[in-house]
Each structure stands twice: as structure tokens, then as C-alpha cells.
């Protein structure tokens, strides 16, 4: 690839990597399926043309780097993940994956601590539910009975989903030591550029967001078992609709994250009842369940509360019930020294911009929660949509947090490179 790295390489690479899981109305890439495959070996060769050299790791994340860059070197990563909801957008993590490569690009020969671009290989949970399979794999965070006990809906392991990556040069072998994964390289610093995937920016026209904070979040697999019986025979009173019970269930996450008040979230995703006949009352239920707050207790609080008031529902109405949380992370601070660096950096740029606390989860959190010092910049998202075909951002927009990020990263390697020298 020739010529400097401009809006225009931006606009080139986000739409070429959309067509990876385009599926007519939105965007579907699921961890280590075969659009993600050749979206990342798509983006591999792309990173290489920028002048980088590539590595992936065992979990399947693609680094793009220095050349010649030594293994555990002391790193800036940037970066975000590749895969996407089901029906997604083109923007969440696709932006940050590729502005992650152009920053290394751009970061190359200016001295100081190398930036390293990260392309995370799953962080939504769309298709392994626990998420952050990703950073977790890229901070060693993980043992080898992981690589079994994480299955897919399909009964498919994380280790056969390597699998398949692997023979398509999308991860390399999984270590044999005491832990599957190994990070690659020390990152001193992780920055994530990112849509806000929220209506603030937009709405109070700002150019940037500084993410003070990411929340907190819980998930929760629930079946509900009663009885499936005759439709036309079963009087009322006599009934266990696991569906009914389900959807009381379900109204009262909603009148409990109501009477918390913001920022507190409760959202039940999906409901499967079976058997799922016009005729049938249904005997089985089954729940996804996503609660967040900003504060770890009353988290904690929400969480319990909840299970009781399921708990109760379903015994009323003679019904069986089965709780099993399946992720759970706590809320986390981004880095006081990097806000510090990027506020004063944005009123030197003159890019108006909010601090924020973020209500969607990423790959920071994993980083931030082992001790990373980290921070996100996020884009402005029309009408705060995302998590849906229709989300969109003006290129105009990602690259002016592209050029931010860019800045950002040039500060933070000279303080690196002061601190150093101290
Ligand atoms: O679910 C989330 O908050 C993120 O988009 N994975
Ligand atoms: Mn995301
Ligand atoms: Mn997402």
C-alpha cells in the first residue's frame, strides 16, 4: 500500500471488512467461524502491506507490529475485537481492529515504546457465551479444561473451534505448559478506540469520548421446566406454562432495573420455550439474562434480588427453576493517567469531547482488570444505535478518533519514554 495513512485507508478498510459475515441486512462474524477466518487473514495481509509484520497467538489473536519486534517486548497495544453480535453492525470493534492497525502503521519508526495493534478474536459472547475469550487467551487467562468445558450452543469446544482456526492459519498451537495461553507481549498501556454505541456524543455534539469507566455486567443461562400439556384440555387452574412463568420473569427484571434507577440495566435477550406448538402449553423455558451496574455491590444486590424474585415466580405456578450465571464482570476504572494525558491533550487539539462512564462492556475491562493501565476513546454513534445493521458513524467522524488516538499515543510513548529515562 502506498501513500500516507488518511481517512480514505480508514473508509477502505472498515467497509472491505464488513463484506466478512455481510448477511444482506447486518453483519454476523462469530469467533473462529469461517468469516472470521477470512476477515482475519484479510486483515493480516492488510496490516502487511502497511508495513507490519504479523503473529497470531494460540488463542487466535492477530498481532500486527514492528517488524522484527522481540516476543515479551514492553508494548503500547491497541486494538478491539473481530467478532460481532449475530445481525450486527459494521462499526463495533471493527473500528477499533482497524484503527489499532493503522496506529501501528502510523506509530512505526517514530522511536519510543513500539504500538502494537491487537485484533482480539472474540469479545461479544455471541458465540461462546463467558466472552472476553479473546483478552482473556491474550493475558494467559484461561486453563486447558477451558478449552473443553467452553462449548458453543451446538456442543462445539473452544479447543475445536482453534482447531478449525488453526488449519486456516488463524491461530498458532496452543502451549503445552502448565497454561494453554501466554501473552505474547507486555503491554504497558492498552488504548481501544471504539463507537460509543450510545445516543451522548451525538446528542450533545461531541467529537470524543474519554471512557472513565466501563460497567459492570452479569449473565445468567435460566431454564424454566413445568409441565407441557393439551392446550384445549388443560384448564387454566390446573396449568405449569413455563412461558407464562418465563414472561413474569421476565417483566420483573425490568420493573427491577426500573426501581434502581439508572445506570442500572436488566435485559432478557432471548426466550426459547418448547415445545413450541399453536397447541401445546409449553413445559420448558429457556432465558438469557444481562444485568449491569456501575457499582460492584449493588450489582451483587441486583443479582440476588433477581434469582429471588425468579425463584418465587416460578414456584407460584408450580414450576421448576435453574439459575446458571455464566459470566460475570465487575466494573473497572480506566487509567487516571491516560485521562489525565488525553483531557489535556483534546483541549491542546481543540476536540470537544465528554468523559463517560461506558454501559457496554470491551476488551479494556479484561486489560484493566489485570492491572493494565488502559483507557477507550470512543466515536460518536448515530442515534445511538448498535448491536443492529443500521449502526453507523461518518467516516468523517472515526477519523477524527483516529487522529485523536494517533496524537495520544505520541504523548503517552514520549511520558513513557521520560519516565524511563528517570
Ligand atoms: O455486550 C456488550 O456490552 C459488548 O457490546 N460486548
Ligand atoms: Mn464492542
Ligand atoms: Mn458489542
Not at 393439551?230 to 412463568?245: I, N
Not at 426466550?271 to 451483587?300: I, K, T, Y
Not at 479484561?366 to 492491572?371: D, K, L, N, T, V
Amino acid at each position: 500500500m502506498n501513500g500516507p495513512i488518511q481517512e480514505s485507508t480508514l473508509q477502505e478498510m472498515i467497509e472491505g471488512l464488513r463484506r466478512f459475515g455481510a448477511d444482506g441486512r447486518g453483519v454476523t462474524r462469530l469467533a473462529y467461524g469461517p468469516a472470521w477466518c477470512e476477515a482475519q487473514r484479510w486483515l493480516d495481509s492488510r496490516a502487511r502491506e502497511l508495513g507490519l509484520d504479523c503473529t497470531v497467538d494460540p488463542g487466535g489473536n492477530l498481532y500486527a507490529h514492528p517488524p522484527g519486534l522481540e516476543p515479551a517486548a514492553p508494548v503500547i497495544l491497541t486494538g478491539s475485537h473481530l467478532d460481532t453480535v449475530e445481525q450486527g453492525g459494521a462499526y463495533d470493534g471493527a473500528y477499533g481492529a482497524v484503527a489499532g492497525i493503522l496506529l501501528a502503521a502510523m506509530g512505526l519508526g517514530s522511536g519510543g515504546i513500539p504500538v502494537v495493534a491487537y485484533v482480539s478474536a472474540e469479545e461479544e459472547g455471541s458465540r461462546f457465551a463467558s466472552a472476553f475469550l479473546g483478552a482473556r487467551s491474550m493475558l494467559g487467562m484461561a486453563e486447558h479444561a477451558d478449552l473443553d468445558s467452553t462449548q458453543d450452543s451446538a456442543g462445539v469446544s473452544w479447543r475445536a473451534a482453534l482447531e478449525f482456526a488453526r488449519e486456516r492459519g488463524c491461530a498458532s498451537p496452543v502451549h503445552a505448559g502448565p497454561r494453554p495461553f501466554e501473552p505474547l507481549f507486555r503491554p504497558r498501556m492498552e488504548l481501544e478506540a471504539h463507537i460509543e454505541q450510545g445516543p451522548v456524543l451525538e446528542a450533545e455534539q461531541k467529537e470524543i469520548g474519554i471512557v472513565t469507566s466501563i460497567i459492570g455486567f452479569r449473565r445468567v443461562e435460566i431454564r424454566i421446566t413445568g409441565e407441557a400439556r393439551h392446550a384445549g384440555t388443560t384448564p387454566m387452574a390446573m396449568r405449569k406454562d413455563a412461558l407464562v412463568a418465563a414472561a413474569e420473569c421476565i417483566w420483573s427484571a425490568e420493573v427491577l432495573a426500573i426501581e434502581h434507577g439508572d445506570p442500572a440495566v436488566a435485559t432478557v435477550g432471548r426466550a426459547e420455550a418448547r415445545p413450541g406448538a399453536f397447541n401445546v402449553v409449553p413445559g420448558e423455558c429457556e432465558l438469557r439474562l444481562d444485568a449491569r451496574h456501575s457499582d460492584s455491590a449493588v450489582l451483587g444486590t441486583m443479582l440476588s434480588e433477581l434469582e429471588k424474585r425468579f425463584r418465587a415466580i416460578a414456584e407460584r405456578r408450580g414450576a421448576k427453576l435453574d439459575w446458571k450465571p455464566v459470566s460475570s464482570h465487575a466494573p473497572v476504572a480506566m487509567s487516571a493517567d491516560m485521562i489525565t494525558e488525553a483531557t489535556a491533550l483534546a483541549g491542546e487539539m481543540v476536540f470537544s469531547f465528554k468523559k463517560m462512564v461506558s454501559g457496554a462492556g470491551h476488551d479494556s475491562m479484561i486489560f484493566a482488570g489485570q492491572g493494565v493501565p488502559s483507557m477507550m476513546v470512543f466515536a460518536p454513534s448515530h442515534r445511538g444505535i448498535s448491536h443492529h445493521p443500521d449502526e453507523f458513524t461518518p467516516m468523517t467522524e472515526l477519523w477524527e478518533g483516529v487522529r485523536f488516538c494517533h496524537a495520544l499515543l505520541a504523548r503517552l510513548a514520549r511520558r513513557d519514554a521520560m519516565e524511563g529515562a528517570k
